[in-house]
Structure formats: C-alpha cells, structure tokens
C-alpha cells in the first residue's frame, strides 16, 4: 500500500507526498513508516498511541471513520491490500 | 475602539488606484493582533499559556473615500473587537484613517482553535476560555453566520454573466504562515489575477472596469485552509447587476485521490465589488 501526504504533515516526511510501505494491516505499515520518518510519530499520535483527533484517513479516496483507525488495536485489525491508498490529511492548522 | 496608532505608509502597500486589499487585510491583522494583547494577551502568550490560536473565517474591506499613497503621510489605525457566540468567534473592526476621515474600513472574523500539542500545529475548534472573556468595544452588529455562498448565489440568479476563467497553482511557502497553511490576506493576491486575466484576454470592455476602476469592497469567507505544496484551482465568474461588477472567486483544493476523479473541496470563496460609472 501507499501513505499519501499533503500539508501540515509533509515536513515530517521529508516531503516525499507518496511512501508505499509492504505491510498487511494498517498499523504494521504505520509502524513502518513511523520508523523511516520517526519525526512523523509525535505529529501524528498523541501519547496514548492514539492518531491525534485532527487528523483525518481517507482509503481510496474514501474517508475511514476515526474508531477504524484511531487506536493500534484497531489499526491492525485492519487490513491493507497492494494496491490501497491511505491519505492522511490535517484538517486545521493554528499557525 | 481599543487601540489606535499609526502607520507610515510605504509605495507597496497601494496599487495606482488604492490600498491594495492585501495590504488592508494585513493592517487589520496587525491591528486586531495589538488589540488582542490589550483585551486579552499576546497571541504568542495566548499559544503558549493555553494551546489557543486563530484562523479566520472571514473578511470585509469597504474603500469609504478616495485614498491613495499621495493622500497622506500616514494613517491612523482605530481597532475594535468583540467575541461572538460564546466566545468561539473573534471579531475585529479597523478603521483607517487620514486626519478624521475613515478612508478603509477592514475587518475580519477569527475562530479560536485548540492546538493539539503536536508539532505540525495541527488544532480543533474550540472557545476562549470564560475567565478571558472581556467586554467588546462598540460595533455595528453584523451577524457571524456564513452568508457569503448565499449572497453569490443571488447575484449569480439575477445578473448577466460577462465572462468566466480557471487557473490553477500550487501554494509557495512564500504565501504560508507559521504552520505552513496559506497566509489568508493573500488570498485577494490569488484571485485577483484571474480577473486580471480575464480582462486581459477578453474583448468586453464593460469588463475593463475591473482594471480601471478601484475595487469597493471585498467580501470573502473561508472554509478550510490550503497547505504548502497543496495544488488549488481558483474559478472566477464576471457578472453585471444594477450598476455594478462583481467577480465571483472560489478557490478549490485539488484532492491527490484518483487521477480519473477529480475531485476538489471548496477552501475559500470571494466577492469583489466595481462601481461601474464611478470611483470610490
């Protein structure tokens, strides 16, 4: 699968707007990425582990409801194919 | 009104016309930053002390009288603020000066957000806390809802159309601010070049006001912001009604989903006002 990025988070991915990681569920691939970008780690999950509530995942173009993907538990019951597309978008900034 | 100070007016802040609208919308930032810090405190101290900070959600200028850079020296800044709806929205009034004579009338509406402690800055809607509340200068009461699409949406119903154009751009982070999301005062700067393009490329003199003309008034609100690197398009509609051009702006995130879908959301949408057979 691939991570797609835009705006707040990107600077924490070195800019790189697609990462495909080759994992099975979306935890394991969060995991993953984490370790390759670990500055993406405190953007994106609050100290419970938990993604941070302002931000949103969208599969395949779909938006996933938050208790599919906020917690790890959660996260890796959920599986990813090749081919899934995971987009993750912030959606307020308070600069 | 709260504070009052001066400016010292410099030739980038004016286009032949007036003070271009960007400029005016970066005075009233300025302004409505100083009267936060009066009323409440620092913005950055605000950040610091409480994870609190603004995003706009809408602004307004009124060119009241003819004002360019050789009308003055300078200007005096009046600055005004109140909070809205149980302190989640943030109102600033600014009136510009030359001697007694508002000349600009610039304001906007801030939504304090709760930032969540992250470093991307990343921030969810939220309230001033009460014991921060404070009591709000006079104001004419304009109501905060968002009114904006609605109002486009009359004009569009009973006018006649002159002329439409499209282009599209990725955001510089010259054009962001502290968390890498667009500067909102520039958004005149994004729409304003479709028009000019418009005008450029079409043989409609009626649409020339627009380049001829200083602009009236300005109208916009926001929906969400626009990040670094994020690819917009920018969709302007000329219509004509009653003695007056307007130039209908929306400004649209281009979604990086699925190349055969297209698929945008809206960020921002804007009204700019010409007075057809006089100046400001």
Known sequence: MKFVFSGALLRFVQFEKEVAIDRNTLEDCLRRLMLKFPDLERALLDNQGNIRQTHQMFLNGEAIEKGVYSDASARQAFSVEDDDSVYILTAIAGG | ?280
């Not at chain 2, 960007?22 to 810090?37: D, F, H, K």
């Not at chain 2, 009124?62 to 050789?70: N, R, S």
């Not at chain 2, 921030?123 to 921060?132: D, H, N, T």
């Not at chain 2, 479709?194 to 009626?206: A, Q």
């Open chain 2, 1 to 280: 009104m709260s504070a009052r100070y001066r400016v010292y007016l410099d030739t980038c802040m004016f286009s032949p016309l007036q003070l271009q609208p960007t400029a005016a919308l970066r005075l009233a930032m300025n302004a409505g930053t100083e009267t936060l810090s009066q009323k409440v405190m620092e913005l950055a101290l605000l950040h610091r002390k409480h994870r609190l900070s603004v995003v706009v959600t809408g602004s307004r200028i009124k060119y009241i009288k003819p004002f360019t850079y050789f009308s003055a020296d300078f200007i005096q800044v009046d600055s005004s603020l109140a909070l809205l709806r149980e302190g989640t929205l943030l109102r600033s009034v600014n009136q510009l000066k030359v001697g007694h004579d508002t000349v600009v009338e610039a304001e906007f509406i801030n939504r304090f957000v709760k930032m969540s402690g992250g470093p991307a800055l990343d921030a969810a809607p939220a309230a001033l806390p009460r014991e921060l509340w404070f009591e709000p200068d006079d104001m004419a009461d304009v109501p905060a809802q968002r009114k904006l699409k609605a109002q486009v949406a009359l004009i569009r119903q009973d006018s006649e159309k002159l002329g439409s154009a499209q282009y599209s751009f990725r955001l510089s982070r010259d054009e962001c601010e502290l968390a890498d999301q667009w500067q909102w005062v520039m958004l005149p700067s994004f729409v304003s070049r479709n028009r000019e393009s418009m005008i450029f490329d079409s043989g409609d003199k009626r649409l020339s006001v627009g380049l001829r003309h200083p602009i009236a008034r300005w109208e916009s609100e926001w929906f969400r912001p626009l990040f670094l690197g994020n690819e917009a398009q920018v969709t302007t509609d000329a219509h004509i009604k009653d003695g007056m051009l307007f130039f209908l702006h929306s400004v649209e995130e281009k979604l990086p989903f699925d190349d055969q879908q297209d698929k945008t959301r809206l960020c921002a949408v804007a009204v700019e006002h010409f007075c057809l057979t006089q100046d400001v």
